[in-house]
């Protein structure tokens, strides 16, 4: 079990930079994925950047190059690091976990544990 709390969204310009926090709690230990995903209005939930637990990291085509996730274990806090920001990117952003090894990591069905969500907007 992990519980997981989002914050640091906030509505900013193109170009801007944002930093979330996702305080975790728990076991997280246990969890083999552990990152962030984002909906936008009408659209499906979307992987942005997961790392595992050997440390590799992936990250959505469409944010590579502007965003960063890093962990600190000794706080038990996920960051995402997100500069360059576009409209595109506006979104409500989820921290996530699962235990779960096999499958993509992209596939947002086999995420066990999920914050409320902190809002990104970006304006033009």
């Known amino acids: 079990q992990v519980r997981l709390v989002e914050s640091g969204g906030d509505s900013v310009q193109s170009g801007g930079s944002l930093r979330l926090s996702c305080a975790v709690s728990g076991y997280p230990h246990s969890m083999y994925y552990m990152g962030w995903f984002r909906q936008a209005p009408g659209k499906l939930r979307e992987g942005v950047a997961v790392?595992?637990?050997?440390?590799?990291?992936n990250y959505a085509d469409s944010v590579k190059g502007r965003f960063t996730v890093s962990q600190d274990n000794a706080k038990n806090t996920l960051y995402l690091q997100m500069s360059s920001l576009r409209p595109e990117d506006t979104a409500m952003y989820f921290c996530?976990?699962?235990?779960?090894?096999?499958?993509?990591?992209?596939?947002?069905?086999?995420?066990?544990?999920w914050g409320q969500g902190t809002q990104v907007t970006v304006s033009s």
């Open positions: 790392i595992d637990s050997d440390g590799y990291v």
């Open positions: 996530v976990a699962r235990k779960l090894r096999i499958g993509a990591w992209s596939d947002f069905s086999l995420y066990n544990y």
